[in-house]
């Protein structure tokens, strides 16, 4: 997933991950955290499109994988 820079500058950020889990859970929509290629920190996301979080952590080592590391402008 691609992270413009506006909108990181926007978004809530969480440090850790189970910070970001346990904001997502006491949400009244449901929101899906995801690792931050800007700020290397947490965001939520609204957009799920039905994907669990199976898929999440799938994104989530590719961006430990470091391709999509700097590549958001
Ligand atoms: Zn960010």
């Known amino acids: 997933m691609r992270t413009r820079f ?3 500058q ?3 950020r969480y440090a850790a ?3 970001a ?3 997502a859970a006491k949400a009244a929509v449901t929101l899906r955290p995801y690792r931050c290629a800007l700020c290397r ?3 939520l996301t609204g957009r799920t499109k039905g994907l669990r979080v199976p898929r999440f ?3 989530r080592k590719k ?3 470091g391709r999509e590391d700097f ?3």
């Open 6 to 8: 506006g909108i990181c």
């Open 10 to 12: 926007r978004k809530r």
């Open 17 to 19: 991950e189970a910070e």
């Open 21 to 23: 889990l346990q904001a």
């Open 41 to 43: 920190q947490y965001h």
């Open 57 to 59: 952590v799938l994104e």
């Open 63 to 65: 961006d430990e994988d």
């Open 71 to 73: 590549t958001a402008s």
